[in-house]
Nanobody, 115 residues
Framework: QVQPVESGGGLVQAGGSLRLSCAAS????????MGWYRQAPGDQRELIAR???????SFADSVKGRFTISRDNAKNILYLEMNNLKPEETAVYYC?????????WGQGTQVTVSS
């Protein structure tokens, strides 16, 4: 199984929080820089956060200060803590390597933020 499995999405009110998880294969995860992406209806998929194997992180300006990315290298799990969510952040959230592997897109997890 190359594709990671994302979970943790759901419906949340504006200003709320969610924690996403991504379970990846060791082949995909080990040693890789990993990223969280999102795709809103009608929009292109965008990288919003990335973390290196050594836990160095970077974020898109739109989420900086509100989202936190982390990883458990022993368990091959990637996390995204999202706070103060906005309605415009309604999207399907995916994890993949950064830059992404074309064969490693999973189903994603839907995040819906109500106003």
């Amino acid at each position: 199984q190359v594709q990671p499995v994302e979970s943790g999405g759901g419906l949340v009110q504006a200003g709320g929080s969610l924690r996403l998880s991504c379970a990846a294969s060791r082949n995909l995860f080990s040693g890789s820089t990993m990223g969280w992406y999102r795709q809103a209806p009608g929009d292109q998929r965008e990288l919003i956060a990335r973390i290196t194997w050594r836990h160095d992180t970077s974020f898109a300006d739109s989420v900086k200060g509100r989202f936190t990315i982390s990883r458990d290298n022993a368990k091959n799990i990637l996390y995204l803590e999202m706070n103060n969510l906005k309605p415009e952040e309604t999207a399907v959230y995916y994890c993949n390597t950064a830059p992404p592997s074309r064969i490693a897109w999973g189903q994603g997890t839907q995040v819906t933020v109500s106003s």
